[in-house]
């Protein structure tokens, strides 16, 4: 009995095992062919950050230093000084800052408002005149020769504000209404300049809210008189709330 075997011979176009029918192929790109791909994504990666180091060189030049506050906080009234300021960087639209190359036009000048640390100041935060301050008040006052000095007053003096008896109340005594006030503001003269007829003082006094009453009756029934005090001598309401 014999056994007999045949072999089929494949056909010459057959596809291997595992190959897909419909003759497609399924790969991943090998390394040759990623490099182009790597190259131009390096490549814009490299022009983006040059555009961003230009953009953020550009904003730096545009930069300017403007007047911001240095201390912890300032008081309305506060007259401002070097040491009260600080240099702060900004760009954009600061058209309403003070610029720091500025700051010293405004030097002396007072608060009309809170100031904080690290707020940067506006010429609206600040006024050439010194506000009435807390607790104070003005009182306008029109003196004789014989009730202020003859040299005058000028402004910053300070005066002690005295109510003397008129003719027919010898049985009063003088009595000081306020120790000592500022003089605010100041004109004219109780002796008269050459050439002038103008022989009374005009002067406001920035007295205790609570004292402003008293002051205003003794001036306006002339039995005011004011005493120039030294210099040195502390105000019962300073002008301001800081270092003027």
């Known amino acids: 009995m014999s056994l007999s075997s045949s072999t089929r011979t ?3 176009n057959a596809r291997g095992t595992g190959r897909s029918a419909g003759g497609g192929t399924n790969r991943l790109p090998n390394s040759r062919e990623r490099r182009p791909a790597l190259a131009a994504l390096a490549v814009i990666l490299i022009l983006l950050g040059a555009a961003g180091s230009a953009l953020i060189a550009l904003n730096s030049g545009n930069r300017e230093g403007y007047v911001a506050i240095s201390v912890k906080e300032l008081p309305p009234g506060h007259k401002l000084v070097e040491k009260d300021l600080g240099n ?3 760009a954009g639209a600061t058209d309403a800052l003070i610029k720091w190359s500025d700051r010293s036009k405004y030097i002396g000048q007072y608060t009309t408002t809170w100031l904080y640390q690290d707020q940067y100041l506006t010429p609206a935060n600040l006024s050439a005149d010194a506000p009435t301050p807390s607790g104070g008040a003005q009182v306008g006052v029109v003196l004789d020769a014989g009730r202020a000095p003859s040299d005058g007053l000028a402004e910053g003096d300070v005066v002690q504000v ?3 008896p008129t003719a027919n109340q010898d ?5 000081t209404l306020v120790s000592a006030a500022v003089v605010t503001a100041s004109a004219g003269g109780v002796v008269a300049d050459k050439g002038s007829t103008v022989n009374t003082l005009n002067v406001s006094i920035l ?3 609570g004292k402003a009453t008293a002051v205003a009756a003794a001036a306006a029934s002339k039995t005011l008189v004011l005493v120039k005090l030294n210099p040195a001598t502390k105000p019962d309401v300073p002008r301001t709330n800081g270092d003027g």
């Open 10 to 12: 494949p056909a010459p």
């Open 207 to 209: 007295v205790p809210t």
């Open 162 to 164: 005295v109510r003397v």
């Open 171 to 175: 049985s009063v005594g003088p009595a």
């Open 88 to 90: 702060g960087d900004l």
